[in-house]
Nanobody, 120 residues
């Protein structure tokens, strides 16, 4: 009942920045938490950052100090600002949102994934 649409991925040179967006639409009543995951070739999916509806954030050690997760509760949107990017950040990035729908109860939705490639 809730769909997530991601945008903002692309090709960037080492040291550059990108800003990912993920917008939730559909029967959203409230959101409990949002998160970003990533999956690099040959590796398992990794939790990158989370943010709760109260604004509490957590980050993977590999991105602390470089990435910032934020949200716009009015727009049901989560962002990931990525700075000082390196080739190790190359991956498909997925957003995840959990919350309550207007009719059916709990939802746990995933975005389609957006490719981030860091290369010179």
């Amino acid at each position: 009942q809730v769909q997530l649409v991601e945008s903002g991925g692309g090709l960037v040179q080492p040291g550059g920045s990108l800003r990912l967006s993920c917008a939730a639409s559909g029967s959203v009543f409230s959101i409990g938490a949002m998160a970003w995951y990533r999956q690099a070739p040959g590796k398992e999916r990794e939790l990158v950052a989370t943010i709760t509806s109260a604004g509490s954030t957590k980050y993977a050690d590999s991105v602390k100090g470089r990435f910032t997760i934020s949200s716009d509760n009015g727009q049901n949107t989560v962002y990931l600002q990525m700075n000082s990017l390196s080739p190790e950040d190359t991956a498909v990035y997925y957003c995840n949102v959990v919350g309550l729908t207007k009719t059916t109860g709990i939802f746990n939705s995933w975005g389609q994934g957006t490719q981030v490639t860091v290369s010179s």
